[in-house]
Structures are given as C-alpha cells and as structure tokens.
C-alpha cells in the first residue's frame, strides 16, 4: 500500500534517549534548540556526496533543514502573502518556428521536464516513434536507497516495453516474504507478495536511461527552466543558461513541487500531507520479513498536534542485516504542524523499542525523509495547451501512499498510449490532454482513509481508535480472502471489495460507526459518499458498457477515436478494474 521514500557509527552508547511522557505530551523543558539535535549528530556524520533529484534523493542535515524551511513556509503562508511565480505564459500567435528541421537537437515532439520519473515516459514514448528529450536540472541518476514494490507492479514495465524480463531480475536487489499489518498489540495480518522487492533505483534508472538513449533520446543534464511560453503551433522552454528548446507538448514531470504545479494550483495548501523519516541501518538479526504499516502506539500530541505514527520495514540489499525503516504520519498543513526534524528525534528514540534493538548496536548507512502534498481534486486537470502533468506532479498517486513508482508503473501504458494519440493527432489543447487525467472515483475515495489514519486535535475519540478502526478492517478484509485484501493494499480501490468490506464491518461492529462519524467528519463523509456512488457507476460502465462501445469506435474519426478511447480508460482505471492478480 504504502511505498518508497550513509555510512556513520554508531550513536555514543552515553546517550540518554529522551523519555516519553505517560501523558502523550512531550515536556517543554529542556527546549531542543539548546543543544544540537540527536539528528544533526547523526546525519552530519553522513556522507552526502551520493545525493540525487527526486523524493528521499537527499541525504544531508542541510537539505533536511531546507525541507523543514519549505514545508513551513507551506504551512504558514497565507496566498496574500506569497506571490506566484509565473513559469508558464500564454502568448497568442504563431511561434514563427517554420522548419522544426533548422532546429535539429533542440525541437522535439515530446520535452519531458524532470528526469527521475520522467525517463520512464519518456523511455515508452520513443519506443512507439516519438521524438523525445528530457531536461533534468540534476543528474538522470536513482539513488542509493531502494525502492519497495511489488512484482506485479514492476512487470508493468515488461509489458510497456521499457525493460525485459532478464533487466528486471537484474535491478531486483531483495526479495522477501511474509509481510505484516499490525496494530497496538490488537493482531497481526500475514500476507505475501506486497511490496516485498527492493529495488535498486540506481540500477533501474541507469538501465532504462541507456535504452531512452540507444533509441535516438536527447538528455539535457545539469538544465534548469526558467521559463515556458506557450504559442498556437508549439511551446518553447527556455533554460537558465540562456538556451531554448521547442515542442510540441511538454510534460511535467517535476513532481509535487513542481513550479509549473504551484502556479496552477496558486500556492494553495494541500488538503493533506504524508511526514516520512527513516533510515538504513545495519545490525537486525531478524531480517526475513517486512511491516507495510505497522502501529505500536496510540496517537498522541507533539508540539500542538495530536499525530497518529506508523511504521514500515523492509530488509535492504546492502547486507543480510540491513533493514530500512520508515515512521510517517498524515497532517494538515497548518501551523503547529510538527518539522521533519521533530519526528526524527521521535524515531530514534521509538526505534529500539519497534523493531527489538537498542540504537547502539545499529549501524546507520543512510537517512531518508520526504513531504508528500496530496490534494482532493486530483488526478490534476492540464491547465495549458501543449503541458500535461504525469506522475507526482499530476497527484495520481493515492492519498495514503508516499512515493510515486507503483503508481507511475500502473498508468505508464495507459498514459504513453494516450500521450502518442495526442500527439500523432495534434490534440493538444487543454481540453483533450485533460483526457490523459480524468476524474478517478476509486482515487477520490481513497481520502476517507487517509482521514480516517490522521489523528484529530479536537476529538472526542479515543486516541486508540484509529489503530481499532485499522485493524477491524484488515482483520476484515484477510476473512473476505485475496481479491478483497490484495488490490487495497497495492492502492487500488474497487467496488466490490469495498461494499463487502464496509457491510461486513457495519453489519458486525455497528457500534463503531458514531466514532467514525466524529472521527473523519460529517463533510468528508458526505463527499466521499458521491465518489463511492461514481465508483459503482464507473465499475459498472467498465464492465458492461465497455464491450458493448469498443467495437464501434474504430470506426469512428481520429478525434472520436481518441475522445472514446480516453473515455474508456477512464471508466477501467477510475473503477480500478485494471488491477489484475497474478499468481
């Protein structure tokens, strides 16, 4: 469900970790900023010279703190006080640009803006005849720190044809099984196969980054934009170095802080955020295992907000004794809202008594960290002629999750299918590339359950409740078997699963429902009630109305073809009917 995010010694064995209160309220005295943090020790002790582009790429105590600056400026900030940059201009017209030929090397069909998970569009979207160049501001490199997922999820990529099925083993750095759901001492929920591969990002982006290459790729390393006006016959990019390049459309793939996203979105604060800190250490003897969420503690307050932890584990491929482990939390973006930096002196001192060993004895190879913006109305619509949103930056990835790979890995076929046709049929005004991101029912619905995981400051729920409520469902979920537990724990959610999820629930825990109601609210009840209904539609348009279309439109005009054929794969991915198990 949930999915990705040096070398230093071990901590002094003389230090105190710090003690948590039985009230749930951390003490006021000593104030943190007395002293350097516990954090700062560790991860000035690390080497950053590996840093990368992209979520959980940076390693450093100073990028930890630019993070922290950013994300409270994202708080704190009302509209009023902070101006948008424009990137992104309209200019009517013709951009003069007669003979795309007079400008071979900097014209292309396709410009692909960020090269983390850009490479993997761009890489499909060559491979069917496109003219394609990606502009990164870094190096097109993954970092050090694996990515967690599925095999079904990475098969996807075969399937495209980006990657063969030999290329996969060989980025495959783990493999591992069982893995466990659990919450506060109330069970444990066994299953297999989900996220139980640890990929090596280094390796996959290295590889599918010579293969963009081999098939007549153009790569812009070390290119900033500043700049994107958008003409009636092409976009123009233009970058911080003084050079320009041309296309036909550009995709965004900066993710979520991406600069084209915040002037759409006008710095509004996102609906939701995922917290996530964590780090790769050496030095755990039981390591055969994964948690994909994993709560040992009811939810509590920090600083001035009340915070629900959870947890996940997964064995690294460095060393047979290597573990990464990940603490997040879902907040507001408001103020009060704890720093990253609070929540890593949170996890060092939860760590021992998670996963069984005192910090002594760890080995701490790396630190990772992240912020992950989500917001209601997503998959985002284009805002612009010629820019289409992908990945991160197009919010398609779900609510509860941090990380956009399995996300990306799902839509790639639908998404370089859609892209092509665009292309190929000159469609790509606003209006049709909002086609290539629909309204998705199954992705709106996933914001109950990121509400229902978030902690509230003003409640009259128990603090144990979220943890109840979790288990319930999992408990739940694992006795209606794998068609029901399976594709919700790989963020896929169906109609059919979900009805018999919540009928099993209100039919034998009934007494649970006035707590959800105070829990998540009777607004995000309402909400999620009328994308609940256009997931019954969109399943049962998908299953019965898609047969019955399809045939017909081959017949249809270029622009009908295209209509239909996004309309189509609205109805199977917004339904999460494309979700197939695999054996």
């Known amino acids: 469900m949930l999915l990705q995010i040096q070398h230093i010694h071990p901590f002094p064995a003389s230090h105190r970790t710090r003690r948590i209160d039985d009230s ?121 720190q694996e990515w967690n997922i599925s095999r079904k999820e990475l098969l996807e990529l075969v399937d495209v044809g ?24 109330k069970g444990d929920i066994w299953t297999e196969d989900i996220l139980n591969l640890g990929v090596s990002p280094a390796k996959l982006i290295e590889t599918v980054k010579r293969r963009f290459i081999s098939l007549g790729g153009v790569v812009f390393e070390g290119k900033a934009i500043c700049g994107i006006h958008i003409y009636d016959d092409a976009a123009i990019v233009h970058l911080t170095n ?27 604060k996102p609906d939701g955020v995922c917290l996530v800190v964590g780090s790769c250490s050496r030095g755990f003897d039981e390591n055969t295992s994964s948690d994909i969420i994993f709560s ?10 009340q915070l629900q932890y959870f947890w996940e584990a997964f064995p690294a491929g460095s060393g047979p004794t290597d573990r990464t482990t990940y603490l997040f939390t879902y907040v507001q973006a408001k103020p009060g809202s704890p720093k990253l930096e609070d929540l890593f002196e ?6 021992p008594s998670y996963q069984g060993v005192p910090i002594e004895r760890l080995e701490i190879l790396r630190v990772i960290y992240g912020i992950f913006p989500t917001y209601r109305d997503s ?24 990380g ?55 409640t009259e729920v128990s603090p144990t409740f979220i943890n109840e409520l979790l288990y319930l469902n999992f408990q739940t979920m694992q006795k209606l078997g794998d068609a029901v537990i399976r594709p919700f724990l790989q963020d896929v959610i169906q109609f059919e699963p979900l009805v018999k999820t919540l009928g099993s629930v209100m039919l034998t825990q009934p007494q649970i429902l006035p707590s959800i109601f105070k829990q998540v609210g009777l607004e995000v009840i309402l909400d999620w009630s009328l994308h609940f209904f256009m997931l019954g539609l969109y399943t049962f348009l998908a299953s019965y ?6 045939p017909w439109i081959k017949y249809l005009p270029k622009r009908g073809k295209y209509t239909w054929n996004r309309r189509l794969e609205a109805w199977k991915y917004g339904s999460g009917l494309d979700y197939k198990q695999i054996n």
């Open 545 to 550: 109305i898609d047969p019955v279309v399809r």
């Open 346 to 351: 949170d996890y060092w001192d939860l760590l």
């Open 296 to 305: 040992c503690s009811s939810s509590k307050k920090i600083e001035d907000t």
């Open 242 to 268: 003084g050079d320009s390049l041309y296309s036909r459309l550009i995709i965004d793939s900066m993710g979520n802080f991406s600069p084209i996203v915040k002037q759409i979105r006008s710095c509004r």
């Open 404 to 458: 956009g790979f399995g996300s990306m890995s799902r839509h790639l076929n639908r998404l370089s299918n859609g892209i092509c046709d665009a292309v190929t049929g000159n469609f790509l005004d606003a209006y049709n590339l909002s086609m290539l991101n629909p309204y998705m029912p199954n992705l709106s619905a996933s914001w109950l359950f990121q509400r229902a995981m978030s902690a509230k400051d003003h």
């Open 379 to 402: 998959p985002l619509p284009a805002a612009f002629d010629r820019i289409l949103q992908v990945g991160d930056a197009s919010g398609i990835q779900s609510p509860v999750s941090f």
């Open 24 to 144: 749930n309220t951390r003490k006021s005295s000593p104030p943190r900023a007395a002293l350097p943090s516990r954090t700062k020790k560790i991860m000035e002790k690390i080497s950053s010279s590996n840093e990368v582009g992209g979520a959980g790429g940076a390693y450093s105590y100073d990028a930890l703190k630019r993070l922290d600056q950013a994300w409270t400026s994202l708080f704190s900030t009302s509209l009023e006080e902070e101006k948008v940059p424009e990137v992104v201009s309209r200019v009517p017209g013709s951009s003069m640009i007669l003979d795309m030929e007079e400008h071979a090397g900097r014209a292309f069909d396709v410009l692909v803006c960020g090269g983390t998970l850009g490479i993997f569009v761009a890489t499909a979207l060559i491979s069917r005849g496109v003219s394609v160049a990606i502009v990164e501001r870094n190096l097109i490199k993954g970092r050090e």
């Open 162 to 185: 980006i990657l063969s099925k030999e290329e996969i083993e060989n980025i495959v750095a783990v493999e591992f099984n069982p893995n466990r759901c659990g919450f506060e001492k």
